[in-house]
T-cell receptor, first 112, second 117 residues
């Protein structure tokens, strides 16, 4: 069975410092992986996705993630945090079907 | 163009009453998904539609929950005899639903916050 684990429920960073949000997945097959962001009182929005092409995926707003099969990880990074990055982030795995498995989310706080 | 819309945005109901939640997907999207988001939890898959058909209803928590989609467009999620544990945000998403549906980008609505007193 497939599953996804977001290792940190809360992450705090100072503005201008790097962001690292961790995600590990469990899958018997080659998965598709996604990161979505949910700003307060707004709908979820796709940040980036991996679908078996390049392992380093670039997304919107300067975010990127690297698919590491050997580590079963898909961590989300950004070189320099901005106040507007404060939100909840969800890692999602799909086995190529309609079933998308969401992690429990990581709430990112950006300190001025 | 217009995104996914959901109505109502907020619904407060009394235990035992029935509620209907509506989702209007993006025009042309054949795939439609319902999720439930409880406080501090990830999104729980409820049901998926491809066109008007729901090939997998196994995510529905109980037989009090049902959903339909008509005309390959609007979908309604109905909860009968609501219970307090049904309180959550119900999210709808749509996608193109092409052959590689597992790689689809899902577009989410703003959700309906359901409170059962």
């Amino acid at each position: 069975a497939q599953s996804v684990t977001q290792l940190d429920s809360h992450v705090s960073v100072s503005e201008g410092t790097p962001v690292l949000l961790r995600c590990n997945y469990s899958s018997s097959y080659s998965p598709s992986l996604f990161w979505y962001v949910q700003h307060p009182n707004k709908g979820l929005q796709l940040l980036l996705k991996y679908t078996s092409a390049a392992t380093l995926v670039k997304g919107i707003n300067g975010f990127e993630a690297e698919f590491k099969k050997s580590e079963t990880s898909f961590h989300l990074t950004k070189p320099s945090a901005h106040m507007s990055d404060a939100a909840e982030y969800f890692c999602v795995v799909s086995m190529g079907t309609y079933k998308y498995i969401f992690g429990t989310g990581t709430r990112l706080k950006v300190l001025a | 163009g217009a995104g996914v819309s959901q109505s109502p945005s907020n619904k407060v109901t009394e235990k035992g009453k029935d509620v209907e939640l509506r989702c209007d997907p993006i025009s042309g999207h054949t795939a439609l998904y319902w999720y439930r988001q409880s406080l501090g939890q990830g999104l729980e898959f409820l049901i998926y539609f491809q066109g008007n058909s729901a090939p997998d209803k196994s995510g529905l928590p109980s037989d009090r929950f049902s959903a339909e989609r008509t005309g390959g467009s609007v979908s309604t999620l109905t909860i009968q005899r609501t219970q307090q544990e049904d309180s959550a945000v119900y999210l709808c998403a749509s996608s193109f639903g092409a052959a590689g549906v597992g790689t689809d980008t899902q577009y989410f609505g703003p959700g309906t916050r359901l409170t059962v007193l």
